[in-house]
């Protein structure tokens, strides 16, 4: 486990608008997560998550307009660290690639890794009949992303008992992937997901970060040498 704190300084001008309001929706909706439980009772968020989690159960049988919970999802979390951890991700690796791929790009490209991480999860658990919620999956693709592009940039980050160090995005990112994929491993032997970990959307999403990165920069980035340092 590691909590990362910097991804180093900037490259390029500007502000991550892009990043600052995809953490602020992902907090506002948590903000209203919770107001619903405590003036309506959990019974209500449980109806909240129910009808507009990712169910891929209910998404292969095309039962309503349930594919539209695949991005919907995206934006609903389960706890409090649940969606500290995602947001302090995405505030650490997003600005960086926001700066590389414009405010625009990178949001179109946050949320396609979010729902190709769904994807994913409907491929090869498509018969899980709970509902998968987070931007865990969107986030992922934004790592999959930075290890592809600045795989040597030193994150500061606190690794076992809060230790600061500096290390190589390609180390810590690569850690978290073996440590994925050894999860979708598990998964594969037991054939249940007794953990209710989105070990696919992850997996699917830090796929489709790898692989669709360099089609969403910019064009003066693109061949720029700045972009790799």
């Keep these: ?4 704190l910097s991804a180093g300084r900037r490259t390029y001008p500007g502000f991550p608008w892009a990043t600052l309001l995809i953490v602020a929706l992902n907090a506002a ?11 309506a ?26 594919a539209l919970t ?21 505030w650490v690796f997003g600005p960086p690639l926001e700066e590389r791929m414009g405010p625009v790009r990178f949001a179109a490209f ?21 509902p998968h919620i987070g931007a865990s999956g969107a986030v992922a693709g934004v790592l ?10 030193r994150i500061y980050t606190l690794i076992l008992v809060f230790i600061p160090m500096r290390l190589p995005a390609w180390l810590l990112l690569g850690g978290w992937l073996v440590n994925q994929a050894f999860l979708g491993q598990a998964v594969l032997d037991a054939g249940v997901n007794f953990s209710r970990i989105a070990v696919w959307s992850h997996l ?26």
Excluded at 1 to 4: D, K, N, S, T
Excluded at 70 to 90: I, P, R, T
Excluded at 144 to 153: H, I, K, M, S
């Design 1 to 4: 486990m590691f909590i990362p």
């Design 29 to 39: 909706v948590y903000a209203g997560e919770m107001w619903l439980r405590y003036s």
């Design 41 to 66: 009772g959990r019974g209500a968020l449980a109806a909240l998550i129910e009808a507009w989690g990712f169910t891929p159960a209910q998404v292969a049988s095309g039962a309503g307009a349930r």
């Design 70 to 90: 695949a991005f919907v999802s995206m934006y609903l979390h389960g706890n409090l660290g649940h969606v500290f951890f995602n947001l302090l991700f995405l």
């Design 110 to 130: 946050y949320t396609l890794c979010g729902l190709l991480g769904h994807a994913l999860t409907l491929l090869l658990d498509g018969a899980a009949r709970y």
């Design 144 to 153: 999959g992303a930075f290890l592809l592009l600045l795989p040597g940039r």
């Design 204 to 229: 699917g999403g830090f796929v489709a970060g790898l692989a669709l990165a360099a089609l969403f920069l910019r064009p003066d980035v693109l061949f720029n040498r700045r972009a790799a340092a």
